[in-house]
């Protein structure tokens, strides 16, 4: 990993957010929370396996130096633990994100000059997260429109039953046929040649209806650039559900608080993150469907083979010396469960906004995300468990939760033993258990169809007679607080440990 001039000892002061990936690898190095591989590994399986082994022993992000077949080093592990996570948002921990959200959300109509003043503050806080237009940029150092090949990059073949190499961390981005609008996602891509991928657009997801709307509307093709490598709170933007109508570049420039510097791409009309370490522009043509699959999934199952649009790369830029950055998922826990809770609490702010009475809200690694979702009410009229249980089956990706269980106020929700305890003492399964049939994860191999089929609801609050429960409710037991203290003062002269 070369040096760019000045960028390992800029002080963080200086400037708030990362210029880049390497700027970000710097920062990893110098807290020992990067480990560099300097023995030739394989991409094909290998290096999995290597990182399979390190993200579940809480390791550090990895650069492999000498990958096989590559001149290109490999990234991988980036965000791998808690701590490279508060890192790569530069905070003391995630919900300081939220408290953020928060404020801006809570913008109360200014009576005096110092209401103003703050005022001004949060908006100006808001207008820095805009993105910015540049002429250039180190994407673009090295322009190839001939002779290239995807095969000059170390994408992985995660695991043995994959159908191929897979491209698992892209910034996929493409534009709304209609009004332009652009969104950034993350999606899986199958190297299927040289010069074409899959692209694995989930129904559900915006880069899907981009395609559907370009082929109702009888488009021969639709433009598409996928950036590889970006600073980390950019590659982390495109995993995050941005809310409806905002700009996933937006977003970045918010958790960044400086605008993502974005460049228009040589072949197509798209934009993409300047400081990308790798870019591929090409196209889809609604009519070109190829087999994808099958691929090695978060589920910690194989996902299987579907059919789904070719991407044809017809330029790739990138920087003189290109990091490719990627990450494998398959049994939990892995990289992506902290992707995953850096979204529960983000976006919590946003969920209370809406329904004011969610105090928390957990959605446990080992649910994969669409599996499981827990939320603790403070309840305060009967059947209020039912109606958020609705609420979060209409909520964007929040519609895909299979499981939902709602409990009362006072329940850890991010202690599963207090959930299980209390949620099992306090549920009559007949009474309390809702059924219903709506959209599911492409990827939940169990449904009776790809993308439908059926979600549970527990209402695992304690009931009030008005919901039909004419019994009295048991309080909990729990010491006498007197006596808890004069415990206290007696331990060490007790000799207990």
Known sequence: MQSEPGWETRERKSRVAYRNLKEFLARLERTNELKRISVEVDPVLEITEIADRVVKAGGPALLFERPKGSAVPVVINLLGNMRRLNLALEVGQVDEIAQRIRSLMDLPQPEGMLDK????GRLRELDSAFPKTVKSGPCQEVVKRENFSLEEFPILKCWPGDGGRYIT????????PANGRRNVGVYRMQVLDERTTAMHWQTQKHGAEHFRQARDEQKPRMDVAVAIGADPATALAGVLPAPPGMDEMMLAGFLRREPVEMVKCVTVDLEVPAE??????????PSDLRTEGPFGDHTGFYSLEGQYPAFHVTCVT???EPLYLTTIVGRPPQEDYFMGYAVERMFLPLMQMAHPEIVDVSMPVEGIFT?????AIRKSYAGQARKIMHAIWSMGQAMLTKVVVVVDHDVDVQNPAEVVWKALCAIDPERDVEFVLGPLDT???????????????????RKWPEEGF?????????MDAAVKA???SLWVKLGLK
């Open 117 to 120: 003043l703050k005022l001004v």
């Open 169 to 176: 961390w892209p910034l996929v981005v493409t534009c709304d």
């Open 276 to 285: 990308s370490e790798i870019v591929l522009e090409g196209y889809v043509e």
């Open 318 to 320: 990138h920087r003189r």
């Open 371 to 375: 599996n499981l979702m827990i939320v």
């Open 443 to 461: 990827l939940d191999h169990a449904a009776r169809l790809q993308d439908f089929g059926s979600k549970m609801g527990i209402d695992a609050t």
């Open 470 to 478: 004419a019994r009295p409710w048991p309080a909990e037991i729990k």
């Open 486 to 488: 004069r415990v206290d």
